[in-house]
């Protein structure tokens, strides 16, 4: 899901090659391309590409024009394509094969002082912050001191160990290993995800690093009973510790009390959030209207630029407001392409690229000749993020293919619409919105 985009983005970074799969009954989809542009952006060794799915009946005879299409979008030789079965096993053998045939070794000087990426972390009960790192060069032991380089964050070493497919300790990790390190590290905030580690006194030039997975979403998260607002700040504090994705921040309302203002990744990562916090810690809460996070240059002269967040710290003079911009890839059947144009018109999207390409469908449709057309959009994040998958499943009945990526910031008409109730603004009912919809919304 696009939610958790940056997973796939930080899994990358650290391997010298990957595996792309794609599905034998609705062949390339959006999500193939998006995942294809990562690989690329990341200058993987190699790519090898996989069909899943061949043990259905209509997947064998589409192989072939799949095939095509995957190496017109890869530039994959159409014989390297490799067809499987996750669901019975077969091929797979072949394309275990292929990884170590084709995908180079990890490559590191053994005899060189410590350099490794960490690149993951989480809390473990027993252990506290543990942290996954790849070894480019060296021998990592336990009782070493690391130094985090862009962090100045020292690490006390006091278990090293891989997942083989649980944590198993050993003695050391060597070059090329990919493990983990248990160390002084309290607290996930501090566990330097995305930055290299070198021995103390002898920091070296950084590996390329990743940042951490910025937040797209923001909304109030509320206890459906006042009472139970020190039940919710525990909960949160807890899921804080297995998902540090999430932002959050005390904050109070006139209205619902006090609460948090918290980030996501998306509506599907707050959607996961807040079942968990009533199925894991039996708290019940109420969620505010989502909104992205808009950057404000105030109209004083010399004053930084702010990140508004929520419509109660919208400002009601400032000089200019920018809004976060996705590039969204759409896939989609050619009789829909009106539909959808008028669609991402609506929502202020801007049409970047439009490409016809074969779409494979089972042998039992009605119209297996069909095409499909790429669409490419640079839309508003916000007008993304709450109905408008659900309106491209409307207007496709339900064939299409949707991802997004970051597209930075551009200049927007951003106002406040508030509401008074007994004569008396109400905080909670107010949201952000472009000017010339706000009476619609």
Not at 375 to 398: C, H, K, M, N, W
């Amino acid at each position: 899901h696009s939610d958790f985009s940056h997973e796939v983005t930080r899994g990358l970074t650290v391997c010298q090659g990957a595996v792309l799969l794609v599905d034998g009954l609705q062949g390339i989809q959006a999500q193939t391309i998006s995942h294809f542009g990562r690989t690329r952006r990341q200058n993987l060794e190699r790519l090898l590409v996989a069909i899943n799915k061949v043990d259905l009946p209509a997947v064998p005879e589409q192989i072939p024009s799949v095939k095509a299409s995957i190496a017109a979008l890869t530039g994959e030789k159409e014989e390297d394509v490799l067809a499987v079965s996750a669901k019975t096993g077969q091929g797979i053998d072949d394309l275990l094969q292929a990884i170590v045939e084709r995908i180079p070794p990890p490559e590191g000087k053994e005899n060189a002082p410590v350099k490794g990426l960490i690149f993951d972390s989480w809390f473990d009960a027993k252990k506290g912050i543990v942290q996954l790192v790849a070894l480019k060069e060296g021998v990592l032991k336990p009782r070493m001191t690391l130094v985090a380089a862009h962090a100045r964050k020292a690490i006390q070493v006091k278990e090293v160990g891989i997942l083989h497919p649980f944590m198993t300790p050993t003695k050391a990790l060597k070059a090329g290993q990919v493990g983990y390190i248990c160390s002084n590290i309290k607290r996930t905030q501090d566990a330097c995800v995305g930055d290299t580690v070198f021995p103390q006194n002898q920091i070296g030039e950084p590996l390329p690093c990743f940042g951490p997975p910025k937040c797209t979403v923001y909304a109030g998260v509320y206890p459906e009973q006042a009472a139970d607002y020190e039940k919710l700040q525990v909960a949160v504090g807890r899921l804080l510790l297995t998902d540090p994705a999430v932002e959050a921040k005390a904050e109070v309302s006139a209205a619902l009390g006090q609460g948090f203002r918290c980030g996501f990744l998306g509506i599907l990562h707050l959607d996961v959030f807040k079942e968990r916090l009533k199925t894991e810690h039996g708290v019940s809460v109420l969620v505010t209207s989502p909104t992205v996070p808009y950057h404000v240059t105030p109209k004083k002269k010399g004053q930084p630029k702010r990140v508004v967040c929520s419509a109660s710290d919208f400002p009601d003079f400032f000089e200019q407001v920018e809004e976060p911009m996705v590039e969204a890839t759409l896939v989609v059947p050619l009789k829909s392409v009106p539909a959808i144009q008028q669609l991402c018109m609506e929502r202020r999207g801007e049409e970047l690229r439009y490409e016809c390409m074969p779409m494979h469908t089972s042998s039992n449709d009605s119209n297996p000749q069909q095409d499909s057309v790429l669409l490419v959009y640079l839309i508003p994040l916000a007008e993304v993020i709450l109905d408008f998958f659900d309106r491209l499943q409307a207007v496709t009945s339900g064939l299409v293919s949707f991802d997004y990526i970051d597209a930075g910031l551009a200049p927007a008409d951003i106002v406040k619409v508030g509401f008074l109730f007994n004569g008396e603004r109400v905080d909670a009912l107010s949201f952000l919105a472009q000017r010339s919809r706000a009476r619609e919304q």
